[in-house]
């Protein structure tokens, strides 16, 4: 029967606070790296695509003509 009861663990009295530092610190430093990586693959780069395609199809003529027949600017008078 001495088999099946193990015996308990001393506590650790000494030490404990640097111990349980020493692993929140790791944890941190991988959830913040996880996080950081996250961010870059999944809002950065999917931004970058984003505006990639945007400026790819875009005219700044035609959209200069149409701001300016809106009548918007000051110094460019509309074609009417």
Same mark, same amino acid.
């Given at each position: 029967?001495?088999?099946?009861?193990?015996?308990?663990?001393?506590?650790?009295?000494?030490?404990?606070?640097? &111990?349980?530092?020493?692993?929140?610190?790791?944890?941190? &430093?991988?959830?913040?790296?996880?996080?950081?990586?996250?961010?870059?693959?999944?809002?950065?780069?999917?931004?970058?695509?984003?505006?990639?395609?945007?400026?790819?199809?875009?005219?700044?003529?035609?959209?200069?003509?149409?701001?300016?027949?809106?009548?918007?600017?000051?110094?460019?008078?509309?074609?009417?």
């Amino acid at each position: 029967m001495s088999g099946a009861v193990g015996k308990a663990n001393k506590p650790q009295l000494r030490g404990l606070l640097h &111990s349980q530092i020493k692993v929140n610190i790791l944890l941190a &430093s991988v959830v913040a790296v996880g996080a950081a990586l996250g961010q870059y693959f999944f809002v950065n780069n999917e931004r970058k695509r984003v505006y990639a395609e945007f400026y790819k199809n875009y005219d700044i003529e035609k959209a200069f003509n149409t701001i300016r027949n809106k009548g918007l600017f000051d110094s460019c008078e509309p074609d009417n």
